[in-house]
C-alpha cells in the first residue's frame, strides 16, 4: 500500500504520531510535510498529497490540520479526489465503504489521539462497498 501524509503545524504532532503508528507495516509512506510545528499554510501539503492521489489511485492519503476543514476543501478541488473528514472511526469507515474516500481528513483539536489512530485503522482496512453507493459516487464530480 502507498501512503501520502500532510499536515499543517496545528496536524504535526499527530501526524508524526500517525507515521510512527504505521511504520511497522507494509506501507510505502511519503510524507509531504511540514518538518515542524512551525506555522505554515494548510494548502501547501493539501495540494501536494492531492495531486499525487489523483494521478496514482492506488495511493491513499491523509491530512490533518486544526479543524481538518481546510485540508478538506482543498483536496477536494482535484479530480478523483474525494476527501472525508473523520473525527470519529466510524465516520472514516463509512467514508471508504459509501463514499470511496480516497484521503482521510483528520481535525487534531478535535479529537483524541487514540480515535484518530483507530480512524486510520478503519480507513486503510475498509474497501469500497460499490452497488447503491457507486450510483451515487459517480455524481460528485463537478459538471464544468
Known sequence: MKLS??????????????????SSREIEITDVGPSSEDSVDYPDYAHQVASQVSKDLSIKGILICGSANGVAMT????????ACLAWHH?????GRLH??????????RFMSEDEALKCVDVFLKASFEGGRHERRVSKIKACI
Open 99 to 108: 463514499n470511496n474516500a480516497n484521503i482521510l481528513c483528520l481535525p487534531a
Open 75 to 82: 483536496a477536494n478541488k482535484y479530480q478523483e479526489v474525494r
Open 5 to 22: 501524509i500532510g499536515s499543517d503545524h496545528a496536524g504535526y504532532s499527530l501526524k508524526t504520531r500517525v507515521i510512527s503508528y504505521l
Open 90 to 94: 466510524e465516520i472514516a469507515e463509512l
